[in-house]
């Protein structure tokens, strides 16, 4: 398949935007890691390019997180993958369209999972609600303005399904002024913007912030970040792009505690095999061709697209729920190897830290079982209740660290390393004084301390406390909406007519005889 462009394009990336076939097939973690080899991406960390991501130690937790999404659609198919009516068959669940409540239900099931499994963020939500909101929008825009936007979406979903492709979601600009619109900057380019048109497509400019898993990700779907005025059109755009784009360059961000990885051992990094992954993406003037483009200049999409998007992702961030299960049984593990595991006030914190933990995952169930069908025919979840769960995913996650932290000691904070730990001369000493409860092997005691370092203070707290706060938009950003969905008129019609203040309606008085029909 070849791109519908009159446009001159060098070899190399014309093989691009020929929607390029994976042998083998992308079906286990194993299969992942070697579609992600060779590809010859211009990403630089700590100041210097990095030639082959794969085999970086700071970026292969990262990878392996993503690898973990596969493995566990193998392991368990009924909750990580799902029907497709596009592809005519079951496909990887973060690349489906969700055709009913139970599929919006089983993402959130399925990111709970995956937070268990792997401690920190395994980056493929956002491309799963990228395509949910763009599934929609798209298919009323094409209503409203007799565009085809839809139908080059629906081709390009197929096309990752049967591939299996993992898809980075590119939302946040780097914005400059926040008081200012992206028209009114002073330079333009703080937002992503078309900087040429054409009947085969468009150049496009700009850069992309805290993208999680971009540079583990096949393909980016670059969308605007906020509502847009008529006259920014050009900052419209959304559209695919290859990771391998020479045009896109990739630069790490720096994670808290990430140099440890360099270091000989395991135990300092606290978990070794899994870590998140955040990266800033320069668009560097790419050529898209059309059938890669599914919103141009139709300013009026934007605000449903974010609004949209933003209602998923919020609801997403259950896989939360996974990291607090994870830090939870930390908690209680260090606890016993201390000896205090039967203290009262120890089970206290215990609960409180489940009880904070599920009022996170269940705003968030909530907000998929209420999910309602969309013209173009996918469901979209609550947006009230969605930004519910994510406010509380600003808050909660900070506590649930801090009880952690209460629990178990000021060792999170102050262990002497792994290279001391193993030297002759402090080894024995270390090992004599870092005791716990009788029967339990230092080391043991020590690896969980650096468990709860990891995900409250160091690498995987990006993820787990830092994302919490700011991911999906920072906790204004769910009080606007939620300041939006209050529907106060409605509650304030409800306590007039219980005060006796305005006479019931027939409704009403047909409910407090009892008779009201179900729903």
Known sequence: ?????????????????????????????????????????????????????????LIRPSINAVAATYDLALAQPELATAWSSLANRRVNRFLQIAESVEDVVLQNKMQRRLGQLTGTCFQRCVGMDAFNALYSVTYECDAAHGTSYHARLREFIRYCQEENLVIGGAMTDPKGDRS????????????????????????????KMHQTGCINSHWIVVM???????????????????????????IYGRQSCDTRALEAGT??????????????????DVFVPAEFIFLNGETEWAAPLVERFTAFHRRSYVCKTGLGDVLIGAAAQIADYNGVANASHIREKLVEMAHLNETIYGAGLASSYESRPTAAGNYQNDDLLANVCKHNVTRFPFELARLAQDIAGALVATMPSEGDLTNPETGPVLRKYLKGRAGVPVEHRVRLFRLIENMTLGRNAVGYLTESMHGAGSPQAQRIQIQRALNLEEKKALARRLAG????TPASEEASRGCLPSA
């Open 180 to 207: 200012k619109a992206p028209s009114e900057q002073e330079d333009p380019d703080l937002y992503v913007r078309v900087v040429e048109r054409a009947p085969d497509g468009v150049v496009i400019r700009g850069a």
């Open 224 to 250: 605007p970040t906020l509502r847009l005025r008529p006259e920014e059109r050009d900052y419209a755009i959304v559209a695919a792009i290859p990771v391998e784009h020479p045009g896109l360059t990739f």
């Open 1 to 57: 398949m070849t791109p519908s462009t009159t446009r001159e394009l060098p070899p190399e990336v014309a093989r691009l935007w020929a929607k390029p076939r994976y042998a083998p097939p992308i079906r286990s973690g194993e299969d992942y890691l070697a579609s992600l080899r060779g590809r010859d991406l211009r990403v630089y960390l700590l100041g210097e390019r990095v030639r082959e991501p794969v085999d970086h130690p």
């Open 501 to 504: 203040i305005e006479p019931p």
């Open 267 to 284: 135990i300092d990094q606290g978990n070794a095999f899994y870590a998140g992954q955040e990266a800033m993406i320069i668009i560097d």
